[in-house]
């Protein structure tokens, strides 16, 4: 067997921290998200409590990356688009979250080519959501 055959597959979720550094995203981004008004749109489509949804979307994110797939255990059958169906998601919203996001991985011990691919998947998978157009203002 060569040494390349022995050598451990690292996820995403490795190579990031694991965890830890997924739950850093996560708070950076809702932080962003409740105290700048650049993201005033996005932050009104959630409740005044965002520790659920810190919870939740780091569940999310530690299995999408290839970590404990806890999340998809507890919620059967939804996905993450499926989860955000109802929500009047416009490109406005959509650019909102993906700019949040983008700051919260830049700002986190990520290596850089692996948080550009990570926010590379996760813009695609935001602005899949959008279900209107954005609001004429």
Known sequence: MTAAANQVKQTPFDMIGGAPVVRQVVDRFYDLMDSERDYAALRAMHAEDLAPMRTSLSG????WLGGPRDWFSE?????VMSAHAKLAIDRESADQWVDAM???VTEAPIDSELGTRM???LSGMAQGMVRRPASVG
């Not at 999310?60 to 299995?63: R, S, T």
């Not at 919620?75 to 996905?79: A, E, L, M, R, S």
Request: net charge positive; with cysteine.
């Open 60 to 63: 999310f994110l530690i299995a």
């Open 75 to 79: 919620h059967p059958g939804v996905c």
């Open 102 to 104: 983008r700051r919260a």
């Open 119 to 121: 926010m590379e998947a």
